[in-house]
């Protein structure tokens, strides 16, 4: 080999033993600054920690409800563009009501009518609208017929996108029929369940002034009628009386081609379960865990250590169905009724960014991180609509945070200085190889 080539290439690993050497220096000294000079407080390691972990879930739960109203006003304007076409379209409403696939076969059974279990969809008209002769209102049959059309819908909506427990439609004030997929034994589960209500409108016995309200927007509100899908509402999480399982409902109206009378809803009960089994399951640190708060201060998804953590009551959720009245139980939960005043008096964020608190819970110190979650509309009874915005709760040992931060630098500088020690071993032995060659040379050539 070329002497002075070999030179060089010896120079060369001489500088960069020395860099590598320079940099080590500096991964020390930065190690030594990380263990005598921790993070300034608990809130801003925490802050570096889960910000984008707090972000990710938040979109994941305001994902879910966007894909529910999104399709629920796909199903809306399919069922309005019917109704705002029913004269025209009433040779095809004939042709369903004649064909043996989509006819509605009703039998009264002395409280309701209803159709026969072969029928993908179930169809109930209570006994209030019925004429003193027994049969249907003209009026009501006519809305019931424009909405069979659905009977080829309705389980296709059901099937797919986000999972519902049940798909349907409902009739207008005084009109309150059900059409509904899948078919269930809908009268005698609603008798049993809702007995209160047997002869009574829907709209009157469980959302007082709600249709009022539908016809007193649309017919003021430029937006609405522009965008009738910002009529679009919740009914926040509750137990069913008929299922016993935590639901929502989201419901939409639809009206007369005019647009002045309520014609009634297109509706998804959507079963809470994915996303209280997000929370329950999520993996938040070693012993921190998640809850998701209505605005109320309601918590409705938590686990069980955390539930015994924040001094709640868990034992709601297991509720039974009763059998006696109305059949749901709203399953509060409340903060305000927490066993410790530190939970008492958390307040949730009046904006968009995360929220920070460190709490004392019985002697230890827990950071909780609060983000609230983009608003939906809500409509309370006997007053108005309102937006309704979940909040999302971290809660996390305040000792876990400092440890896991520490633990992460600790892990990656270690990582580092062996690659380096790795590498300094490699370019010390190809110094030492060089060497060897050169003294092997030298002796050759005084022979």
Do not use: C
């Amino acid at each position: 080999m070329n002497t002075k080539l070999l030179n060089t290439f010896s120079v060369v690993l001489l500088i960069a033993t020395m860099v590598i050497l320079y940099r080590i220096g500096n991964l020390t000294s930065s190690n030594i600054d990380v263990v005598t000079h921790p993070t300034s407080s608990v809130e801003e390691q925490v802050r570096n920690l889960y910000d984008g972990y707090t972000d990710i879930v938040a979109r994941q739960i305001e994902s879910r409800i966007d894909s529910i109203f999104n399709e629920l006003a796909i199903l809306r304007s399919i069922n309005q563009t019917y109704i705002d076409n029913s004269v025209e379209m009433e040779s095809v409403t004939d042709a369903f009501k004649s064909n043996p696939v989509t006819t509605d076969k009703l039998s009264f059974n002395g409280k309701w009518y209803q159709n026969t279990p072969d029928e993908q969809n179930v169809v109930m008209v209570h006994r209030h609208l019925l004429e003193d002769n027994g049969q249907i209102k003209a009026d009501v049959q006519r809305d019931l017929d424009n909405t069979i059309i659905l009977d080829l819908i309705l389980e296709s909506f059901h099937k797919n996108g986000v999972e519902k427990q049940l798909t349907y439609v409902q009739g207008g004030l005084n009109k309150s029929f059900t059409r509904m997929y899948p078919w269930v034994d809908l009268g005698t589960l609603f008798y049993e369940v809702y007995p209160a209500f047997v002869d009574t409108s829907i709209w009157d016995a469980f959302n007082p002034g709600l249709v009022e309200a539908f016809e007193k927007r649309m017919q003021e509100e430029k937006e609405v009628q522009d965008n009738p899908n910002k009529l679009a509402r919740v009914l926040l999480p509750v137990q069913d009386g008929v299922t016993g399982e935590v639901i929502m409902t989201f419901t939409s109206p639809v009206f007369d081609p005019e647009r002045k009378q309520f014609r009634g809803t297109v509706a998804f009960d959507v079963n809470m379960t994915d996303i209280t089994k997000l929370i329950e399951e999520l993996d938040v640190s070693e012993s921190g865990f998640p809850f998701l708060a209505q605005s109320s201060g309601n918590v409705f998804a938590v686990n069980t250590h955390g539930s015994e953590i924040l001094g709640l009551d868990y034992e709601l959720d297991s509720l039974e169905v009763t059998g006696e009245g109305v059949g749901f139980n709203r399953l509060e939960r409340m903060l305000t009724e927490s066993k410790y005043d530190s939970v008492r008096n958390l307040t949730f964020p009046s904006g968009y960014d995360s929220e920070y608190a460190l709490i004392d819970i019985e002697g230890t110190s827990y950071v909780v991180i609060l983000r609230k979650l983009k608003p939906f509309q809500v409509w309370v009874p006997n007053d108005w609509f309102k937006e309704e915005s979940w909040t999302l709760g971290l809660v996390i040992p305040a000792m876990e945070v400092t440890y896991d931060e520490l633990l992460k630098r600790n892990v990656v500088s270690s990582y580092n200085d062996n690659r380096y020690l790795i590498m300094i071993a490699v370019l010390a032995i190809g110094q030492f190889l060089i060497f060897l060659y050169k003294g092997k040379n030298s002796n050759s050539k005084e022979i």
